[in-house]
């Protein structure tokens, strides 16, 4: 008997120290911020002390993807793990953006939200014994709770109505900080997940006057020079320093990780990602390039560095294999695990990324030089970056001018070597014929096995 229950105690001992094994997964997700609006990446105007010295303490990728270049589409993909063609989200609101005299092809009409049939990240981790929050904007229909979430606190929850000030004076992202660390400490004995969206730094740019009135006579430097912005920012700095400050109190840093990470580029009227080309809604890296790290003590090695091409869809099966969880059966997952190159790996197992964009996002009169427009930011494109190269394909010109047959002079494909151009300045689709037409065949192929929506001829195709 003796024997049998020091057995038992050494079982649930194992069980016990298993269930501590798992990690912690901290997920912060800012909106509409910058590939250069932190510190770490080298802006000299906006202050991140915090977030720098976690980037500094933890692994920095160069090359993170967002899946889309605006912000319901992201969130959908790294939600559900799959590229934009299998749940529908391509875009935010209406595909049909700009006006209709302007459009040469019927866009393919939204999905607003999630379909219940997917398994979420938060469905995938929690067979697991993961409890998981989503905090702040969700943006993809129905709601967390309904998407696997045990928590959800989205805006009006809090009783937000429109920007981010309460009638109170109470600030957006200083509220839901508030719940991230309630949340935390209120589940510091169990596994969780906890995917803290904030709202900042999107429109209305509007931020505390106290950090604004610290900025007011600071020389901006380029375009990184408004106030107001940089307060925004500012104050998701202390939010990042909030979150990692409880999770150091209560003794949780070395069982968690910690990933920083914005849903698109910057936006253009008040920001700008030089040396990249574009911002928000456009396919070039401005738009769709994003500043990340990923910070674990005692896990990831400090002040290191990876430049292996990550795009959003990799964090889904990341934390499904961190966590220990199985990925779902019968459900295409788009994305890697990419822990690995936490430990300092060197590639992954894979050669292409692929974005689809088949409606308009009108222009709004800011980084116009850098967009392929003046009226658009984007018209219908698809892209795939492989290696160093990178190719878009323009939907309008491809369809409308003559398709591969007249690629030389229909200017439907743009074709960049990002390592050397990465402002992609220069294309090479006439000069690099073979890397073009490999490109090409690998982003149509991919367009059929996703099955992906393509822009129709007016008249044509379009369901209302
Ligand atoms: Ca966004």
């Known amino acids: 008997m003796k024997r049998f229950s020091g057995l038992l105690f050494l079982l649930f001992l194992c069980i016990f120290i298993q269930a501590k094994e798992k990690p912690n997964i901290v997920f912060i997700l800012i909106d509409d911020l910058g590939w250069k609006d932190v510190g770490f990446m080298g802006t000299e105007y906006y202050e991140t002390p915090n977030i720098d010295r976690l980037a500094k303490g933890g692994m920095i990728f160069t090359q993170a993807y967002a899946n889309a270049a605006n912000c319901a589409p992201t969130r959908a993909c790294l939600l559900s793990g799959q590229y934009s063609p299998r749940h529908g989200l391509f875009t935010v609101g209406n595909s049909d953006r700009g006006k209709s005299n302007d459009r040469r092809l019927v866009p393919v009409e939204n999905n607003k939200e999630i379909s219940l049939s997917k398994i979420t990240i ?276 491809w369809i409308l001018d003559g398709g591969r047959e007249k690629i030389k002079t229909n200017n439907s494909v743009e074709l960049y070597n990002i390592k050397k151009d990465i402002g992609e300045k220069i294309n090479l689709c006439n000069i690099e014929i073979e890397q073009r037409d490999e490109l090409l065949d690998d982003l149509l192929n991919w367009q059929k096995e996703t099955n992906a929506s393509i822009p129709g001829k007016a008249n044509f195709e379009y369901k209302m």
């Open 122 to 397: 938060a469905e995938a981790l929690k067979p697991a014994g993961y409890v998981s929050a989503a905090i702040g904007k969700w943006h993809v229909g129905n709601t967390p709770q309904l998407q696997g979430f045990d928590i959800g606190v989205e805006k009006p929850d809090v009783g937000f109505k429109q920007g981010h000030f309460k009638d109170d004076g109470e600030y957006l992202t200083d509220r839901l900080t508030d719940e991230a660390v309630k949340f935390i400490k209120e589940n510091k004995n169990k596994p969780f997940f906890l995917y803290l969206a904030h709202h900042a730094v999107h429109t209305p740019i509007q931020a505390k006057n106290e950090i604004v009135t610290g900025f007011k006579d600071k020389p901006g430097i380029d375009c990184h020079n408004d106030a107001t912005y940089a307060a925004m920012i500012q104050s998701v700095d202390e939010s990042v320093a909030r979150v990692n400050q409880t999770l150091e109190v209560l003794g949780l840093s070395e069982n968690t990780i910690l990933i920083f990470f914005s849903d698109n580029g910057g936006y253009g009227p008040k920001t700008c990602m030089k040396p990249l080309r574009g911002g928000k809604g456009m396919y070039y890296e401005g738009g769709i390039r994003e500043p990340m790290f990923v910070y674990w003590p005692g896990k990831i090695k400090p002040e290191t560095m990876c430049d292996v091409p990550v795009i959003s869809t990799d964090f889904y099966p990341t934390f499904v294999k961190l966590a220990g969880a199985k990925y779902p059966e019968n459900y295409p997952l788009d994305g890697l695990n990419i822990s690995p190159l936490f430990n300092g790996g060197k590639s992954l197992q894979r050669d292409k990324l692929f974005w689809h964009f088949p409606g308009y996002l009108q222009a709004y009169g800011a980084l116009k030089d850098e967009s392929r427009d003046p009226l658009f930011r984007t018209r219908p494109v698809s892209v795939v970056r492989k290696g160093d190269w990178k190719l878009l394909l323009f939907h309008e010109e």
